[in-house]
């Protein structure tokens, strides 16, 4: 077992004088105002609280809001998955997928994100098969960016137990709606799950499609150093996700081939980083490597790109001008053009 991060939260009026509260107050207004641009964040750990409210029984969202709560705290990388269990459980029709991914779009609008990549591995509900699933996501998309100046690249999700029908399955309906904004491939999910064989039927058939791949990689400090090397060097991932453990080969690997880092500063916090590890991409961004600010979820770690944006300013001493700048970067490393 990891042990439990307790690392708190930055809270930017403890040990503060009222006036630097006051500035930071504005700051993050500044920031709230700023055109943004999200390219990590899951489907199912970002649905808005109130669609789970109104769908779930109360016993279900009891549970719901118990985990999420233990998660606030800091709970180990593991276990943290739980969670979109029971989400899943409550949003479970092609109608309530399309109502959530509505929704979504709807407080990323609020929060002035105006282009967002959004991941997901597909499911089955009850009787319905993927490309139900897809459509639903497509669909709930479409209606939530209508008429903004949003727009929402959908990024389906591998994960290293997918099965290689699945993997299959899953890059053909990628490519056969690609036009509605399919734009890259994620790998995801616990990563000490799965030995990744039948996900690389999936990955061979993207680099064959020309998909850009995200890889999550380095969430644990468990993971085998020799898998990562394989995994980077035969996935050739655009952008990698977290990178807080990554070995040393690896690591180098990344700087040379100047590899984004999309960092998720809440949820390493939360759930990856062990006691006292100073996340690396914090370095990677003062040395300018190219880094991406995410929330990997906005539900279960209870944030906004506002608030992660504003964490890692304060973290790094970072100004609002050179904000806008990494969002005007993070535009270039999305997969949709
Ligand atoms: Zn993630």
């Known amino acids: 077992m990891v042990s439990a991060p307790r690392a708190a939260i930055f809270n ?11 500035d930071l107050n504005s700051m993050k207004n500044e920031i709230k105002k700023m ?15 109130r669609v789970i409210q109104q769908h779930a029984t109360p016993q279900q969202y009891n549970e719901i809001c118990r985990k999420l709560d233990q998660i606030k705290e800091g709970i180990d990388y593991h276990d943290a998955f739980d969670v979109f269990k029971l989400i899943e459980n409550v949003v479970n029709t092609p109608a309530l997928v399309e109502e959530a991914a509505y929704e979504l779009c709807l407080d990323l609008i609020q929060d002035n994100v105006v282009h967002a990549e959004l991941r997901t591995g597909f499911k089955k509900l009850g009787s319905e098969n993927f490309e139900s699933y897809l459509e639903a996501i497509l669909r709930g998309i479409e209606r939530g960016t209508k008429n903004s100046s949003l727009t929402v690249g959908f990024v389906p999700s591998l994960r290293r137990e997918t099965l290689a029908k699945d993997a299959i399955e899953t890059l053909l ?3 056969k709606h690609r036009e509605r904004g399919i734009c890259g491939i994620d790998v995801s999910g616990d990563i000490m799950k799965g030995d990744g064989v039948g996900m690389m039927e999936g990955i061979k058939l993207a680099h064959q499609f020309a998909f850009p791949i995200t890889l999550h990689l380095g969430e644990s400090s468990k993971e085998a150093q020799g898998k990562q090397l394989m995994e980077i060097t035969s ?3 655009r952008r990698i996700g977290h990178g807080a453990y990554l070995s040393d080969p690896v690591f180098g690997w990344v700087k ?15 759930v990856i980083l062990e006691n006292g590890k100073v996340h690396p991409a914090l370095q990677l961004l003062k040395e300018n490597h190219p880094v991406v600010i995410c929330t990997d979820n906005l539900l279960v770690f209870d944030t906004n790109l506002t608030d992660e944006c504003f964490q890692v300013a304060l973290k790094n001493n970072i100004s609002i001008d050179q904000l806008k700048n990494l969002q005007e970067q993070a535009k270039q490393y999305s997969f949709f053009q």
């Not at 930017?12 to 006051?22: G, K, Y």
């Not at 040379?256 to 939360?270: G, M, R």
Request: hydrophobic share 35%; with cysteine; aromatic share 6%.
């Open 256 to 270: 040379k081939n100047q590899i984004p880092v999309e960092l998720c500063f809440t949820s390493a916090t939360k």
């Open 12 to 22: 930017p009026t403890i040990e503060i004088s009222s006036a630097t509260t006051i």
């Open 173 to 175: 309906l990628a490519e």
């Open 35 to 49: 055109e943004k641009v999200e390219l990590h964040m899951h489907f199912y750990g970002s649905i808005p609280r």
């Open 235 to 237: 996935i050739q991932p």
